[in-house]
């Protein structure tokens, strides 16, 4: 079944700063990477997706980009501020409607 | 994107009692998903809830233990039978909506003593 490994588990940022979190995937079938943002005390929300027929996407300040040869999508939050602390998910979808997710990571923003 | 509710939102039991969460949505949705949180971790798909006929359970979870009922396209209960402290957990349901994307609850936190 699929695999997906996410990196960093924890990442401390400066205000306005740029913060980049990296997923492999491998099932090679995959065709759509979701990321989402979860908050303390709420369920995850999807925060932007991107399908495997498009190498970027953005929104405002997050960006999310796929590379399907290297097996490997990346979220990039710009300009981050305080609310963007949370820990963010990235996930994949080998077809169907299961999907996989990867382990998490906790992003801190120090005012 | 869909609505989704779920209750309760947090409950502390004791081991050996069983507690049903349920999720109601409010747009008629065919995938529904009920996944597992546990502390400091990543989401596990428990099962998916099936309208009309029995969940398709993950491998590690089975029916005995986590009895799901599906009896309409907005609604969906999860139970957590013989409660332990290892099931401590947040219980989150999810739904497919649109093309591919999927949508979560607010979860429900629960505590076992």
């Known amino acids: 079944g699929e695999n997906v490994e996410q990196h960093p588990s924890t990442l401390s940022v400066q205000e306005g700063d740029s913060a980049v979190i990296k997923c492999t995937y491998s099932?090679?079938?995959?065709?759509?990477f979701p990321w989402y943002k979860q908050e303390l005390g709420k369920g995850p929300q999807l925060i932007i997706d991107?399908?495997?027929?498009?190498g970027e996407k953005k929104d405002q300040r997050i960006a999310v980009t796929l590379n399907k040869t290297a097996k490997h999508f990346s979220l990039h939050i710009t300009e981050t501020q305080p609310e963007d602390s949370a820990v963010y998910f990235c996930?994949?979808?080998?077809?169907?409607?299961?999907?996989?997710f990867g382990g998490g990571t906790r992003v801190l923003v120090k005012p | 994107s869909a609505v989704i509710s779920q209750k309760p939102s947090r409950d502390i039991c004791q081991r050996g009692t069983s507690l049903t969460i349920q999720c109601q949505v409010d747009?008629?949705?065919?995938?529904m998903f009920w996944y597992r949180q546990q502390p400091g971790q990543s989401l596990t798909l428990i099962a998916t809830?099936?309208?009309?006929?029995?969940?398709?359970?993950e491998s590690g979870f089975v029916i005995d233990k986590f009895p799901i009922s599906r009896p309409n396209l907005t609604f969906s209960t999860l139970t957590v039978s013989n409660m332990s402290p290892e099931d401590s957990s947040i219980y989150l349901c999810?739904?497919?909506?649109?093309?591919?994307?999927?949508?979560f609850g607010p979860g429900t936190r629960l505590t076992v003593t």
């Open positions: 996930a994949a979808l080998p077809g169907g409607n299961k999907l996989t």
């Open positions: 747009s008629q949705v065919t995938m």
């Open positions: 809830a099936n309208q009309g006929s029995e969940a398709t359970y």
């Open positions: 999810s739904v497919a909506a649109g093309v591919d994307e999927q949508y």
């Open positions: 099932d090679s079938a995959s065709n759509y």
């Open positions: 991107i399908r495997s027929n498009v």
